[in-house]
């Protein structure tokens, strides 16, 4: 169930490189101590769930495109408290991180494929396959885009059941603060993972 999405703009594109600042948007909604709350639908062969989370934002570095913050479930099925994790993320600026991941198992079609899940994404669609979105200015685009990675369990051990081996494709609108995600592990016995939530 994506969040329904409008585009208002799209992005420039510049041959060759970029001339001047293409960071993501300055948005107050995506600052430290911001809060956001929603759900994540989890679906595997056998069963599909829906765990209730919440996200605080406790470090942004747009300059550098960093974010990081903890997430907390709570309804895992599997565990008797909630289960806090620490995430660390990528802004998806093209000066430090692009649209390929390069990393954690994810293949350039890995993500094309995880990034079209985003109708906010379609219009970038065609730089990216061109050049990973080296190219594209999206400092007036109202979307940011990011990779979330979970580090560690805050407060229970990795024998809760759980894996954090994966990371998330995050979107998240500078319009309304509404933050949309999907899951990728490889490895993973879920088929997939989508997070939707917004601010608290």
Same mark, same amino acid.
């Given at each position: 169930?994506?969040?329904?999405?409008?585009?208002?703009?799209?992005?420039?594109?510049?041959?060759?490189?970029?001339?001047?600042?293409?960071?993501?948007?300055?948005?107050?909604?995506?600052?430290?101590?911001?809060?956001?709350?929603?759900?994540?639908?989890?679906?595997?062969?056998?069963?599909?769930?829906?765990?209730?989370?919440?996200?605080?934002?406790?470090?942004?570095?747009?300059?550098?495109? &960093?974010?990081?913050?903890?997430?907390?479930?709570?309804?895992?099925?599997?565990?008797?408290?909630?289960?806090?994790?620490?995430?660390?993320?990528?802004?998806?600026?093209?000066?430090?991180?692009?649209?390929?991941?390069?990393?954690?198992?994810?293949?350039?079609?890995?993500?094309?494929?995880?990034?079209?899940?985003?109708?906010?994404?379609?219009?970038?669609?065609?730089?990216?396959?061109?050049?990973?979105?080296?190219?594209?200015?999206?400092?007036? &685009?109202?979307?940011?885009?990011?990779?979330?990675?979970?580090?560690?369990?805050?407060?229970?051990?990795?024998?809760?059941?759980?894996?954090?081996?994966?990371?998330?494709?995050?979107?998240?609108?500078?319009?309304?603060?509404?933050?949309?995600?999907?899951?990728?592990?490889?490895?993973?016995?879920?088929?997939?993972?989508?997070?939707?939530?917004?601010?608290?």
């Amino acid at each position: 169930m994506p969040v329904r999405v409008t585009e208002s703009s799209t992005p420039s594109q510049v041959s060759g490189t970029n001339s001047g600042d293409t960071s993501p948007p300055a948005c107050t909604l995506l600052s430290v101590g911001q809060t956001f709350s929603g759900t994540q639908n989890v679906s595997s062969l056998q069963k599909e769930e829906a765990w209730r989370v919440n996200v605080r934002i406790q470090g942004c570095d747009l300059e550098h495109g &960093y974010l990081c913050g903890t997430m907390e479930a709570l309804n895992v099925p599997m565990a008797d408290t909630p289960v806090v994790t620490f995430w660390e993320g990528e802004i998806v600026d093209t000066k430090n991180y692009t649209f390929y991941t390069g990393k954690w198992e994810a293949s350039p079609e890995d993500d094309k494929r995880h990034w079209t899940k985003f109708p906010s994404f379609s219009p970038l669609l065609s730089q990216v396959e061109v050049d990973g979105g080296k190219s594209l200015d999206l400092s007036n &685009y109202p979307y940011i885009f990011m990779r979330w990675k979970e580090q560690y369990f805050v407060n229970v051990g990795t024998d809760c059941g759980l894996t954090i081996a994966g990371f998330y494709y995050v979107c998240f609108s500078c319009s309304d603060g509404s933050i949309s995600g999907f899951y990728y592990d490889p490895n993973s016995r879920f088929l997939y993972f989508f997070m939707s939530i917004s601010e608290a």
